[in-house]
Every structure is written in structure tokens, then in C-alpha cells.
């Protein structure tokens, strides 16, 4: 049992927070945002994340996890402390490192002992080493160890990730903090990869480079079939059968977002550029990742001849299916797009749609799929939630102005789209 503290209180933290409290370990999530902890305190989840719910409750019934703004008080009831705040991207690209700099600098000059510091943040190589110095710089004789422990959950499936994990990557310098990582994740018998510290920080944003990579390798080829008349589920599923290669992340669609790639991938091409290395293959992920964007709207548009005047109906509006993650989500892009052409937007989104609001205010929110479609003159699929693919067809059709569907997501078959009379466009097919 260890007693841990973990600032930053979001996706990452809130997760792994609870997921360490539910190991048996006394733990605090602070956050300087009030209204988040005093919600956490009443009992509600600030955030849409499946399980996450029932843990956090079982686990301040236990006693095990408190939540807190009080910076100081965590910090000194805490031997282990988790950086797990935001590294958003800045306009060139690069990642914005203040708030894990802000963290360093409260956690030296709060700290009365030394402390394992452990940063869980994804950032770029030799941070770590700037943390260390910002914190050795502003304390008082404490010393501090920086461990880099990089967080490969995804939204949506979280808890799972974090209780069962592929692997634990622990980058440090000391056996204490070694062996102190090591009893930390024993209960989860995930192989730990040790490694150096600068090694574990690659590590993370090379993992998220490679999978955008996979993404936008996929969506090129589905650029081709479009021009050929190939399929590229096909193509996919007959790649994917290669255990070199693998079925994940060969999926054709409008391109990855949400709160990590876009911004993992910049900062990963920023601090390769910093170094003198120009990851040029990199720029062109970011560049077809774009495109698909870009070319989706073309789509619509051209489906619909004239935007202007026309509804259109969405449904989905999160980054990916079961998250409430508006962050860098396309549907921003492309929703923003045809609003500027005239377009009426309906949209429908099971849990997304309160955290869609600030993005996207001016479009009208439904109360399921049926609301949205109404009289729609299209329907656009952007995010592919299982709902979505039970969806009764024949209703829908009924409900809706026109035949026209496009799917951003490739969730329907084609042949059977064709048989209910849609005109159903989609990716790469
Ligand atoms: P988030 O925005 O949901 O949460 C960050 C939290 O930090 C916020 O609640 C914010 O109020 C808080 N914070 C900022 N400054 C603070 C301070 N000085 N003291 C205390 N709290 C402070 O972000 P997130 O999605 O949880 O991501 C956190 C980090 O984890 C990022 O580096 C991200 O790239 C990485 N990561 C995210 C995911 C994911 O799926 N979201 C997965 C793996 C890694």
C-alpha cells in the first residue's frame, strides 16, 4: 500500500487515480479546477468514461481516494507524485509544457521530504530532465527523483486499459524508484518495460506517431480504391490477416482526432525538428489526415449540389464511440465547414452533446437518430457508435427528405444500403 497523490485531475488522472486506489494504495487527485473537485466530492463524474463511475464510488466509500484542490496537503500526505495535467499543443506545434512546469515548480516548493516524482503526461523527450532541475532548483535541500511512467489508456475503454494494460513502460535512474514502480503495478502482471528516462519518453509519442501512421496508411490506400472501384475493407481485412501487420488501426474513415494524435503527432514532428532531424514521412501522415477532412466535406457537397438551404443530419459528434471527448473531434471541422456554406446542422451524439456545445453552438441537438433525421435533406455519419449500426434503416429512411447517407465511419454494408434504395457514399469503397 502506498500513499499517492496524482495532480491533474482529468481523463488520464481521474482513471489512473482511481485505478491505483482500487490496487489497495491510499490516493489524492488534486486539480485547480474547483468546479471539477467539488463535483467529484458530491459524487458526480465530471467525465463519460464506462465503469469509471462505480470505481470512483466504491473507492472513497473505502476510504481509499479523496479528491482535492489543496496542493500542499497532497504533495505531503504523498511519498509517489503523478503529474497527469495537460500538455496541449501550442500554435506551431510543439507542446505546451507550463502547466507541467506550474506542477513542478508547487511541488518544490510544497514538499518537506524528498518525493518520487512520477510524470505521466505525455511529453516530449528530456522534459523529465527540466522537471528534475525546476524541481531541485526551487527546493530547500529536498531532493527529488523524476520517474517517467507515459499513460497508453484510450477513452472509452479507460479502466479496462489501465487495469489490463499491454505493458507498463517505467523510465528511471535510481533502484528505489525502480522498486517502488515495480511494487506499484505488480497487481496488474503486466510486463514493465524499464528502460532510461529519455527512452520512455520516446516511447510514448513513437507508439501514438506509429499508430496515426497506420491511420493515414490506410486512408491512402482507401483514396486509391475510391479511384479504381476497389474495397478497402477488403483490402484491410486481407491485410490485417498478416500478423506482422495486424486488423487494428486499418480503418479507412475521416481521419484520427480527439485529444491525443493530432497533438502527439505535432509535438513528436516539433522536438524531431528542434533536434535536427526533419521526420518528413510524419508531416505527410499529418498531411492525409487533414486531407480526409478536407475531402469528406467535398463529398457532401457534391452530393448535395447545393449546401445552401439544405438540413443535414449527424450523428456523432465525439472524436471516437464511447467518449464525451470534443477535443480536436472532426466533426468540428466538418460540421463548421457546412454551417459557413448555409447548411442547417441536426445533430445527435448518445453522450457527447453538453461537451459539444461550446464547439458547436450554433447547430440544433436532438434526442435520438430519428429527431436528427427528420426532413434531413442528408444524413452524415461521423463517429461510429454501436447504436448507430442497430439503427432500424427502413424508419430512418422513411423519416428523412432524401436517399442520401455518407458515412465517415464505413459502419453499414454497402449491398444492403443499395438494396433499401439509399445512395450511400462512403470511404474507400
Ligand atoms: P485533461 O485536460 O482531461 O486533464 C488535465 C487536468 O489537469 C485538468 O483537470 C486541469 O484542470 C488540471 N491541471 C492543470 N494544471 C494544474 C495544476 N497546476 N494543478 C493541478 N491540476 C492542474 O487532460 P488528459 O486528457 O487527462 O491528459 C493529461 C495528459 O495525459 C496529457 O499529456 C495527455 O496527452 C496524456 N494522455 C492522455 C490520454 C487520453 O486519452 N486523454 C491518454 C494517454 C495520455
Not at 519518453?201 to 496515426?212: P, R
Not at 461521423?382 to 429512411?397: A, G, Q, V, Y
Request: glycine share 6%.
Amino acid at each position: 500500500m502506498k500513499n499517492i497523490s496524482v495532480i491533474g485531475t482529468g481523463y488520464v488522472g481521474l482513471v489512473a487515480g482511481t485505478c491505483f486506489a482500487e490496487l489497495g494504495n491510499n490516493v489524492i487527485c488534486a486539480d485547480v479546477d474547483l468546479k471539477k473537485i467539488e463535483s467529484l466530492n458530491n459524487g458526480i463524474c465530471p467525465i463519460y468514461e464506462p465503469g469509471l463511475d462505480e470505481l470512483i464510488g466504491k473507492n472513497v466509500k473505502a476510504k481509499r481516494l479523496s479528491f482535492t484542490t489543496d496542493l500542499d496537503k497532497a504533495v505531503n500526505d504523498s511519498d509517489l507524485i503523478f503529474i497527469a495535467v495537460g500538455t496541449p499543443p501550442k500554435e506551431s506545434g510543439e507542446a505546451d509544457l507550463s502547466y507541467v512546469e506550474r506542477v513542478a515548480r508547487q511541488i518544490s516548493s510544497f514538499a518537506k521530504k524528498p518525493k518520487i516524482v512520477v510524470e505521466k503526461s505525455t511529453v516530449p523527450v528530456e522534459t523529465c530532465e527540466k522537471i528534475e532541475t525546476v524541481l531541485n532548483r526551487n527546493s530547500n535541500g529536498i531532493s527529488f527523483e523524476v520517474v517517467s511512467n507515459p499513460e497508453f489508456l484510450r477513452e472509452g475503454t479507460a479502466v479496462e486499459d489501465f487495469m489490463k494494460p499491454d505493458r507498463v513502460v517505467v523510465g528511471c535512474r535510481s533502484e528505489h524508484a525502480k522498486k517502488e514502480m515495480e511494487e506499484l503495478y505488480a497487481p496488474l502482471k503486466a510486463p514493465i518495460i524499464f528502460t532510461d528516462v529519455k527512452s520512455a519518453e520516446i516511447i510514448k509519442h513513437a507508439s501514438n506517431s506509429f499508430l496515426a501512421t497506420k491511420i493515414s496508411f490506410i486512408n491512402g490506400v482507401a483514396n486509391l480504391c475510391e479511384q479504381v472501384g476497389a474495397d478497402v475493407e477488403k483490402v484491410a481485412e486481407g491485410m490485417g490477416y498478416d500478423k506482422r501487420i495486424g486488423r487494428s488501426f486499418l480503418y479507412a474513415g475521416i481521419g484520427y482526432g480527439g485529444s491525443c494524435f493530432p497533438k502527439d503527432v505535432s509535438a513528436f514532428v516539433s522536438i524531431c525538428d528542434k533536434h535536427g532531424y526533419d521526420f518528413a514521412l510524419l508531416k505527410e501522415v499529418q498531411k492525409i489526415n487533414k486531407l480526409q477532412r478536407i475531402n469528406f466535406i467535398k463529398k457532401i457537397e457534391s452530393s448535395l449540389w447545393v449546401v445552401k438551404g439544405k438540413t443535414i443530419a449527424v450523428l456523432g459528434l465525439s472524436f471516437k464511440p464511447n467518449t464525451d471527448d470534443m477535443r480536436d473531434a472532426p466533426s468540428i471541422d466538418i460540421i463548421n465547414a457546412l454551417q459557413s456554406e448555409g447548411a442547417v446542422i441536426k445533430a445527435f451524439d448518445p453522450v457527447a452533446m453538453e461537451k459539444a456545445k461550446p464547439f458547436l453552438p450554433k447547430i440544433q441537438y436532438c434526442r435520438d437518430e430519428f429527431e436528427a433525421c427528420a426532413k434531413a435533406d442528408a444524413l452524415v455519419i461521423l463517429t461510429e457508435w454501436p447504436r448507430f449500426k442497430k439503427i432500424d434503416l427502413k424508419k430512418l429512411k422513411q423519416a428523412m427528405n432524401s436517399n442520401i447517407v455518407l458515412d465517415g465511419r464505413n459502419i453499414f454494408d454497402q449491398a444492403e444500403m443499395k438494396k433499401l434504395g439509399f445512395n450511400y457514399i462512403s470511404i474507400g469503397r
